[in-house]
Each structure stands twice: as structure tokens, then as C-alpha cells.
């Protein structure tokens, strides 16, 4: 590695270390030494840092807000509604970049380029381009030693995770770890995520709730990533607008997500705000494809056992859920306990009637239900939830907080049975 590249590394070491380690220290220091702390204003700070921070650490402080008593409440509140603020790369530093992956002579391969960003998140910023067709299309260009950028964050997650597994003892993060680890380093290949939107391409072929982006192969590397430019607007653009618009988006919301993990066992596991704009139909285009996940049938098949088994109330039919999802032998006191996680999850799932997805319009219920499961957990020694969990659970909550943002009232329960009895 070059001069450059290794101050870079350094660099990130020193940022990721100030921000993730500072917060340890905080936590632990008030935990062990009673040294009592702002929560309320760090957690502010600590969160305008993190979004200014190029790379996943924003991704994994979104992962970590959603694991019940890692973070105290007002960290966990401001990290799920962490976006990305990342300084977007100038225009010189852009055409160096960009001739790296095209050539000298990338620019001949544009009719135009903007020269500003219209979008800069942790790990690349999009440029609109035109080509020599005068075809309008998106450039998605990777920041430069995004994998030393990712090895920092994961150095200092582990560290984390480390901390929280001590002083715990409700759960054990191993599988978390793993789990993040290996999306992360899939992220950093725009090839992999290529292949992704052609996937997401096939299985909602004939679908007119959403619209996928079209790859130009030949415009495209390892990362850069030039698609097809769809026009939308932001979803919390519709914040305010009549509840039978944002219904209506909130109903192709629901199928855009769970379509392609119930029909071909593929889960997008990022759905925050940024991830989809909205056409003037109210279809959806989804936009970012690089952390999706793969699901054998068997194991779709047992997400859709438990929903029978809460729906009859039987626990032998839940328990074969759990134990083929990789939660091990059940114990009477574990499967009570994941039945309690299970129900809320499921609740508006269950609930034949129109309502929001948290009828407290906040999420408290779900902190309130948390915390109580983490409690029982504690009581049995703790549990390690298998990989597959991870991604899908994250999903489901960040899938809920857009509901609750945009206060959709829907009959959850019919679109689901509506979805289910035809995969």
C-alpha cells in the first residue's frame, strides 16, 4: 500500500476509534465508576459525528440502536433516525476517481456529468450523468479505501460487542458480528450488487408497484455503479400528505420488501427512508441493492409456521419454528420468551382489522416489550440468536419505523395472508 493509503487508514483508525471508543468509555465509566453523563446531548453529538463519518460505522450504530439494552434509550432513539451527512467528494478528486475506474478518457463516454453529488451516503455518492445517447443515468462511485474504512468500524464494533457480551448477559453478539461483518464486506463490491438489481429485475417482472434500475455493464466496475436514472421524491416528503396517499404508499412499501423474501427467499436488509422515492402513480423505485440476503425455502417456510403457530396458538408448531430457525433445543422458559418477541412482531400481522403498525405512534410499545424480554433472558443465562435473525429482524424494525413515520393505517393482516397463500 502507498504512502496515502496508509494515512488513510490511520486516519480512519483515529476517527472510528474517537467516536465508537468515546462512547464506550462514557457507558462503561458510568456503569462501573459512577461518573454520571449526559445522555440526551452526547447521544446528539455522537450522532452528527457518525453521520459526517464516511463508511458503515452509521450502518452498524443503526444495528446496534436495535438491540435491546446495548444502548441506552437516547442513543438508540437518535441512531435510528441516523442518515447519512458525509461530505460529498469534490469534482477534482471525483475525475481522478472516475478516470481510475474508466480511463483516461472517461469523459468522453458522458454527453454530461455533474460536476456536484446528488446524493453522498457512507459508502459512495451519486453523480446524474447523460450518456452519448442521451440517456439520463445514475454514476454510484465508491469512496476511495472504503475496505480499510470497513475493517476500522468492524475493529472497533467487535470491541463493542466485547463490552456488551461482559455486561449483558442477555445476549450473545457472536452471530451478530459475524453477520454484519460479511454484509459489510459484500457492500464494497458494486459487481455483487449489480447482480442483485438484476435479480430484484426478475423476481418483479410484471409488477407495477415498483421499479428496479436497469445496470449499464459497460459503464460499471467493481465500484462504479451506472444505472438507469428514476425521478421520485423522498418518502418523508409525503409526511403531511392525505392518509389515503400515504396508505397507498405504505401498501406498496409492504410488498416491495416482503415479495421477494416470501416468493424467492431474498431479503432487502437495508429499508430506511433514503432506500425509495415515490412516482406520481405512488409506485416505488428502490434504489440501493447492496445488502441483500439469501434465505433457503426451509427457512421461509418456518417464518410463516410461527405466524401459524401464534395464529392457533400452539407451541409445539412455534417450537419447530424456532429450533429450524438455529435457536437450538427449546426450553420451556426460551420458547415463552421468544413467543413474547414473536407476538409484538407479528401483532399487526395477526390483527384482522385496519390500524398503524405500533397503535403508540412512537415504537414505545416495542422498547416497553424489549425490555421485558431482555429481563426473562437474563433469568436463563442468555441466548445467541442464529445469523439469519439478524438481517431479517433489523429489517422488520427499521421496515416498521418508515409505517410509523409515515402514520400508514392499513389491514396488515390481510396483505400478509394475501401474499403468503400464493408463495
Known amino acids: 500500500m502507498d504512502q496515502g493509503g496508509i494515512s488513510l487508514r490511520l486516519k480512519r483508525y483515529a476517527e472510528t476509534t474517537s467516536t465508537v471508543g468515546g462512547l464506550m468509555a462514557r457507558l462503561f465509566g458510568e456503569k462501573y465508576l459512577g461518573i454520571s453523563m449526559d445522555h440526551g446531548g452526547y447521544a446528539g453529538l455522537l450522532k452528527s459525528n457518525m453521520g459526517n463519518l464516511k463508511g458503515p460505522v452509521m450502518k452498524i450504530a443503526q444495528i446496534l440502536a436495535m438491540v435491546p439494552d446495548m444502548l441506552p434509550q437516547e442513543y438508540a432513539e437518535e441512531f435510528l433516525t441516523l442518515q447519512s451527512n458525509a461530505p460529498a467528494m469534490g469534482w477534482l478528486f471525483v475525475k481522478r476517481r472516475m478516470k481510475a475506474e474508466l480511463g483516461p478518457d472517461w469523459e468522453n463516454l458522458f454527453q454530461a456529468f455533474t460536476h456536484e453529488a446528488t446524493a453522498a451516503a457512507s459508502l459512495g455518492q451519486v453523480h446524474k450523468v447523460r450518456n452519448l445517447e442521451g440517456r439520463d443515468l445514475a454514476c454510484k462511485l465508491q469512496y476511495p479505501d472504503m475496505a480499510s474504512a470497513v475493517n476500522a468500524d468492524l475493529a472497533q464494533l467487535k470491541l463493542f460487542l466485547n463490552l456488551y457480551a461482559k455486561t449483558s448477559g442477555a445476549i450473545d453478539p457472536q452471530n451478530l458480528y459475524l453477520e454484519i461483518a460479511e454484509r459489510l464486506h459484500e457492500e464494497l463490491d458494486y459487481k455483487r450488487e449489480a447482480d442483485h438489481i438484476r435479480l430484484f429485475r426478475a423476481i418483479f417482472e410484471g409488477q407495477n408497484f415498483v421499479h428496479v434500475p436497469e445496470v449499464i455493464p459497460e459503464l460499471s466496475t467493481s465500484r462504479l455503479l451506472t444505472m438507469s436514472w428514476m425521478p421520485g421524491q423522498k418518502l418523508l416528503e409525503f409526511k403531511d400528505a392525505p392518509q389515503e396517499i400515504r396508505n397507498k404508499i405504505c401498501e406498496n412499501l409492504f410488498r416491495v420488501w416482503y415479495f421477494p423474501f416470501y416468493k424467492e ?140 413515520h409515515l402514520k400508514a393505517e392499513l389491514n396488515w393482516h390481510r396483505l400478509y395472508e394475501e401474499l403468503i397463500s400464493s408463495s
Not at 414505545?364 to 436463563?380: F, P, T
Open 265 to 404: 427467499g431474498v431479503l432487502h436488509g437495508d429499508p430506511h427512508l433514503g432506500n425509495y422515492t415515490v412516482r406520481e402513480d405512488l409506485s416505488l423505485n428502490l434504489l440501493d441493492y447492496g445488502c441483500i440476503r439469501l434465505f433457503p425455502k426451509s427457512f421461509i417456510a418456518s417464518v410463516i409456521q410461527l405466524y401459524h403457530a401464534l395464529q392457533n396458538n400452539d407451541e409445539e408448531l412455534a417450537r419447530n419454528a424456532y429450533e429450524s430457525w438455529g435457536f437450538g433445543t427449546m426450553t420451556p422458559e426460551l420458547l415463552t420468551i421468544l413467543n413474547l418477541w414473536a407476538s409484538y412482531l407479528y401483532g399487526p400481522l395477526l390483527d384482522d382489522r385496519i390500524r398503524p403498525i405500533d397503535e403508540s405512534l412512537s415504537g414505545q410499545n416495542g422498547r416497553k416489550i424489549a425490555g421485558e424480554i431482555l429481563s426473562e433472558l437474563k433469568k436463563i443465562g442468555g441466548v445467541r440468536p442464529p445469523r439469519e435473525f439478524v438481517f431479517m429482524d433489523r429489517a422488520a424494525v427499521a421496515l416498521g419505523s418508515v409505517f410509523i
